[in-house]
């Protein structure tokens, strides 16, 4: 079970940088509050650049001649 926790701007305020170690150390988000609604959010960051490295891995297309017109059967079908 996820429990992150809550508190009111003007608790937030003058101990932000504590909560943000909380954060940072506990890997659990931090829900601020304005007049008991939430709004705003605080995540711990996770570098996530191996992942996307990862996704897009083998997408690219290879061109025998990059500097040809791609496409160009397709402008011929159109004649």
Request: net charge positive; hydrophobic share 35%.
């Amino acid at each position: 079970m996820n429990m992150n926790k809550i508190v009111s701007k003007s608790e937030f305020k003058p101990k932000a940088l504590h909560y943000f170690r909380i954060v940072e150390q506990s890997g659990k988000e931090l829900i601020i509050t304005d007049h008991g609604k939430p709004v705003l959010k605080i995540i711990p960051y996770k570098d996530q650049t191996d992942e996307m490295i990862k996704r897009l891995r083998n997408t690219a297309k290879h061109y025998v001649d990059p500097t040809q017109p791609v496409g160009l059967e397709d402008w011929n079908s159109l004649k």
